[in-house]
């Protein structure tokens, strides 16, 4: 028997997302067992995150994606998936669906056909509320997790046990990183959500995830988020492939920061927190966010890990967001960004007083 066999073909979601007028949700199309990471042993469990790896995607899968607003009428959008596998849907929504007073998930749902007929999966939706004051987008890699996947090909090398041996349980989190998302969260919405799709936890406060480790990892990292308590959000990933161009540190910075304007250009009237580090050009990606979107970011926290001179570039970054009047918090955990804000004095009230709030409780 292969080590890898050839399962039926299924179609892997990622979370989307929604404003009232367009939905962004990507899928990919594969040979393989739906992943699993919980309950099993670790063998099988090791197996499968190798799997996410070793994948057998399908080119030329036609795939339905079924949406209802919220007067349950029934639009449907066709796609097929590329060369890797993917199926990306950039949907208009006309007339344009309301959004919920807080942020909930909603469900679309694919439509496919394998060997074994007609088959179908749900489709996470995460539709922010009109009432949101704050969103927040954070990256991963070093920011709420070790994942020893960026930073070129050598490092990739080098951490190859934590990237196929350590299951999302042994992985060691950022000191402090759980208390502080929850408490930027806002805790769920008033009045609970109890819509379809409440087995995904919504939180006041929408979470968005950029990062430069491939879509294998896309499961790996939420059975990760789930078991730290942190709040679930959609995924910004990458496709890669074993090349100097995708493992390569170069266009970390440009993946991000693209990310993020794309966020931006499809909320305009939300304000937003960013989260990173110093290893994989958050910096400059966060000042060009600033310097693009005047008035829009309320705070930046970058968590300083990597021990390096800021380069040129970085300084220049930096003094761009504080010329702008951005609060920027620079330390090794999030414990100290409490007293970096309180020093600054903010105003009361605003979108950056609750982040001192939050940052506060975490610390208490």
């Known amino acids: 028997m292969p080590l890898f066999a050839r399962h039926p073909l299924r179609i892997q979601p990622f979370f989307g997302h929604r404003s009232p007028d367009r939905l962004v949700l990507s899928a990919r199309a594969l040979h393989a067992?739906?992943?699993?990471?919980?309950?099993?042993?670790?063998?099988?469990?090791?197996?499968?995150?190798?799997?996410?790896?070793?994948?057998?995607?399908?080119?030329?899968?036609?795939?339905?994606?079924?949406?209802?607003?919220?007067?349950?009428?029934?639009?449907?959008?066709?796609?097929?998936?590329?060369?890797?596998?993917?199926?990306?849907?950039?949907?208009?929504?006309?007339?344009?669906?309301?959004?919920?007073?807080?942020p909930a998930w909603e469900l679309g749902r694919l439509h496919w056909e394998n060997a074994q007929g007609k088959q179908s999966v749900e489709a996470p939706v995460l539709a922010p509320g009109h009432a949101s004051d704050l969103a927040i987008i954070s990256d991963i890699d070093d920011t709420i997790i070790e994942t020893g996947i960026t930073g070129g090909l050598s490092s990739a090398l080098r951490n190859w046990k934590r990237i196929f041996a350590e299951l999302p349980h042994e992985r060691v989190p950022v000191p402090g990183a759980d208390a502080f998302y929850q408490q930027l969260a806002g805790g769920a919405p008033v009045g609970g959500d109890t819509r379809p799709s409440a087995a995904i936890p919504a939180t006041r406060r929408p979470f968005f995830y950029v990062s430069s480790s491939p879509w294998n990892l896309f499961s790996y990292l939420v059975a990760y988020q789930r078991l730290q308590g942190l709040p679930l959000g959609p995924v910004k990933l990458r496709d890669w492939g074993l090349n100097r161009q995708t493992l390569g540190s170069s266009s970390h910075g440009a993946h991000k920061q693209q990310a993020i304007d794309d966020i931006l250009a499809m909320y305009p009237g939300l304000r937003f927190a960013l989260i990173g580090d110093d290893t994989q050009g958050d910096l400059p990606a966060f000042a060009r966010a600033v310097q693009h979107n005047p008035g829009r970011i309320a705070a930046?926290?970058?968590?300083?890990?990597?021990?390096?001179?800021?380069?040129?570039?970085?300084?220049?970054?930096?003094?761009?967001?504080?010329?702008?009047?951005?609060?920027?918090?620079?330390?090794p955990d999030y414990a100290t960004g409490a007293d970096f804000l309180r020093a600054i004095g903010v105003t009361p009230g605003g979108e950056t007083e609750r982040i001192v709030r939050a940052v506060s409780a975490a610390d208490a």
């Open 300 to 331: 930046v926290f970058l968590r300083t890990v990597s021990r390096h001179t800021f380069s040129g570039e970085e300084q220049q970054a930096r003094a761009a967001i504080e010329q702008a009047g951005v609060p920027l918090w620079l330390g």
């Open 33 to 102: 067992r739906p992943p699993g990471f919980e309950h099993v042993s670790r063998l099988r469990a090791v197996r499968t995150l190798v799997e996410q790896f070793v994948s057998h995607e399908a080119a030329g899968v036609a795939v339905r994606l079924e949406l209802r607003s919220a007067t349950q009428s029934q639009v449907e959008h066709h796609g097929v998936t590329d060369a890797e596998g993917y199926v990306h849907f950039d949907v208009p929504l006309e007339p344009a669906w309301d959004l919920p007073e807080h």
